[in-house]
């Protein structure tokens, strides 16, 4: 090990070598050893995804995808399924992984597609953005979906995954109706799910708070 922590010097942090552990057909774990801005060698566990392709830095994608119809209000694509990570069900945006030779939004298209029958219009894609950086170099881009459910196919849409169930939340009670399922089934929430939750109460209701609309 190289030790300067009484130094006032720093460095530029960056990964020295990679090693592997184990490798599974969807993830492998790795020891990384890297070097940390006060100039230490240490010592990380990394997992990483086997199935990246070549022709992305993004390991797949999540889907907001919003159903618009008349008489109706809008309403948020949500899947719940059992995921055994965690041993229980969790609510998620639809979301998977990026094939070979596709874009993200693309990719989008597809998946939303085969877990909830839906098709939409893509109207919006994130830069790539990263999942849960202390554990994994897993990536993702948000794709936004504008669905017209007045359009025939999108009336009783059909999808081709069975052990996916398809739940609508409306977009201007996202977060109410997340916490009125919580209270009611053992099911996680995704954290992407809670926080484009909480954004939402923020834009409907927060804006109507500040004290200079109060008077």
């Known amino acids: 090990m190289n030790h300067t922590e009484d130094s006032n010097e720093t460095t530029a942090p960056h990964v020295v070598k990679e090693e592997l552990l184990a490798s599974g057909r ?5 020891k990384t050893t890297y070097v940390d801005p006060a100039g230490s060698t240490r010592i990380w566990e990394t997992v990483r995804r ?16 919003l159903l ?3 008489l109706h209000k809008d309403c948020v694509v949500m899947v719940k399924q059992f995921r055994p990570p965690m041993g229980c069900f ?26 909830t029958g839906y098709k939409g219009e893509v109207v919006g894609v994130t830069p790539v953005t990263c999942l ?25 849409p059909t ?10 939340l409306p977009l201007d009670e996202f977060q109410t109706k997340i916490d009125e399922l919580l209270k009611k089934e053992e099911i996680v929430v995704d ?3 809670y926080i484009f939750a909480m954004g939402m109460v923020q834009a409907f ?11």
């Open 132 to 156: 849960d950086p202390g554990l994994s170099n897993c990536t993702t881009q948000i794709v936004t979906v504008n669905i017209n459910g007045d359009e025939m196919e999108n009336i009783n």
């Open 50 to 65: 086997t199935t990246r392709q070549t022709n992305t830095n993004a390991d797949g994608v999540g889907i907001i995808a």
């Open 159 to 168: 999808q081709q995954l069975e052990f996916v169930e398809v739940l609508l």
């Open 205 to 215: 209701f927060k804006p109507r708070e500040l004290p200079v609309l109060k008077q």
């Open 68 to 70: 618009k119809r008349t």
């Open 26 to 30: 969807w993830v492998k774990l790795e």
């Open 191 to 193: 954290a992407k799910v």
């Open 90 to 115: 969790t609510l998620e945006f639809p979301a998977g992984l990026i094939d070979e030779g596709e874009s993200a939004a693309t990719a989008a298209l597809r998946e939303l597609k085969e877990e």
